[in-house]
């Protein structure tokens, strides 16, 4: 199942998320199966060190390219215009692609910019606004932008932001952030969907969990479906890949959704917050 960006360019509805997998082997072999098992959407990024590792799993897979959706970030060491082209081909050559589908500038105000991050981001967008003219990205995104970084960027460029991707899981609800997205036609996307697997032995989430007859990973992801926020589990564990995917044949009811929200007003965030993270 697809969802459309502002583009009209069609997203896979869930991807697979491949950061801390930075074993040569491991990522090949994971990817290899996320692939085999029918995931069309790979999560990656400069930073994770893993592009090559990527790049030949999805040669092995012999997957037209047509049918796969590959997401891969700009690293917050880059600043400049040409760094950032350099910096995109560089992720290209490692994914041994022709194209990325969607390229994101991984956090909004890098430790080393913080005085000046308005002006980077401004800067390293209109690179990737080049790249998409080039028909290098089909298209451009941001990640771990609330909403005050997303009106000052909007203001200065003139391709509109497509996808923001942001920590959602049931324990962490940007409201501000969501609805500023939705209003703007921003597709979102969920990392840690699981929480980085902190929520899945909470009583309340293994409880929906017996009801449907499902796990507690398969509840949170399809928490972030229901919720039209594309998540991006990560897993290194075949069967967890496998079952990961299988929240096509159920939905939650609004009660049990409303109970899973709640949860994130006794919980928060469990990653960085992008003013004051320490890189
Ligand atoms: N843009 C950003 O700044 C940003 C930040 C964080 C993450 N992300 C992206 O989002 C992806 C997902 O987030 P994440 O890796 O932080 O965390 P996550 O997907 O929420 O959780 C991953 C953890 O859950 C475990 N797990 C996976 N499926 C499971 C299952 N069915 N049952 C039990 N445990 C399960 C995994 O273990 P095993 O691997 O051992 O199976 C791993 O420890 C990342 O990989 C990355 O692509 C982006």
Same mark, same amino acid.
């Given at each position: 199942m697809d969802l459309q960006l502002n583009n009209g360019v069609n997203i896979p509805c869930i991807g697979f998320g491949t950061w801390k997998i930075d074993d040569y082997d491991t990522a090949v072999e994971s990817v290899k199966a996320a692939i085999s098992y029918g995931y069309r959407h790979i999560d990656t990024a400069?930073?994770?060190?893993?592009e090559c590792a990527i790049g030949e799993a999805i040669k092995q897979s012999h997957?037209?390219? =047509?049918?796969l959706f590959v997401t891969t970030k700009l690293w917050n060491t880059v600043s400049h215009y040409q760094e950032a082209i350099d910096a995109f081909y560089e992720s290209l050559n490692k994914l041994q692609l022709e194209y990325i589908d969607l390229y994101l500038i991984h956090w909004p105000a890098p430790k080393d910019y913080r005085d000046n991050y308005q002006k980077r981001n401004i800067e390293v967008y209109q690179a990737m606004e080049y790249l998409y003219k080039e028909g290098k990205i089909k298209a451009i995104g941001v990640s771990n932008f609330v909403k005050h970084h997303l009106e000052e960027l909007s203001q200065e460029i003139e391709i509109p932001i497509m996808v923001n991707q942001i920590e959602f899981h049931p324990y962490y609800y940007d409201e501000e952030t969501i609805s500023y997205c939705r209003q703007n036609n921003i597709v979102l996307e969920a990392y840690s969907? $699981?929480?980085?697997?902190?929520? $899945?032995?909470?009583p309340i989430i293994q409880k929906i969990a017996e009801k449907y007859r499902k796990t507690p990973a398969q509840i949170c992801i399809r928490y972030a479906i229901d919720n039209e926020i594309i998540p991006i589990p990560k897993s290194v564990t075949n069967e967890r890949i496998k079952s990961n $995917?299988?929240?096509? =044949?159920f939905q939650l009811a609004k009660e049990d959704t409303e109970r899973i929200r709640n949860l994130s007003h006794t919980h928060g965030k469990i990653g960085s917050y992008p003013d004051t993270a320490n890189f």
């Amino acid at each position: 199942m697809d969802l459309q960006l502002n583009n009209g360019v069609n997203i896979p509805c869930i991807g697979f998320g491949t950061w801390k997998i930075d074993d040569y082997d491991t990522a090949v072999e994971s990817v290899k199966a996320a692939i085999s098992y029918g995931y069309r959407h790979i999560d990656t990024a400069s930073s994770y060190g893993n592009e090559c590792a990527i790049g030949e799993a999805i040669k092995q897979s012999h997957i037209s390219r =047509d049918e796969l959706f590959v997401t891969t970030k700009l690293w917050n060491t880059v600043s400049h215009y040409q760094e950032a082209i350099d910096a995109f081909y560089e992720s290209l050559n490692k994914l041994q692609l022709e194209y990325i589908d969607l390229y994101l500038i991984h956090w909004p105000a890098p430790k080393d910019y913080r005085d000046n991050y308005q002006k980077r981001n401004i800067e390293v967008y209109q690179a990737m606004e080049y790249l998409y003219k080039e028909g290098k990205i089909k298209a451009i995104g941001v990640s771990n932008f609330v909403k005050h970084h997303l009106e000052e960027l909007s203001q200065e460029i003139e391709i509109p932001i497509m996808v923001n991707q942001i920590e959602f899981h049931p324990y962490y609800y940007d409201e501000e952030t969501i609805s500023y997205c939705r209003q703007n036609n921003i597709v979102l996307e969920a990392y840690s969907p $699981l929480g980085r697997s902190q929520v $899945l032995n909470d009583p309340i989430i293994q409880k929906i969990a017996e009801k449907y007859r499902k796990t507690p990973a398969q509840i949170c992801i399809r928490y972030a479906i229901d919720n039209e926020i594309i998540p991006i589990p990560k897993s290194v564990t075949n069967e967890r890949i496998k079952s990961n $995917l299988e929240v096509f =044949d159920f939905q939650l009811a609004k009660e049990d959704t409303e109970r899973i929200r709640n949860l994130s007003h006794t919980h928060g965030k469990i990653g960085s917050y992008p003013d004051t993270a320490n890189f």
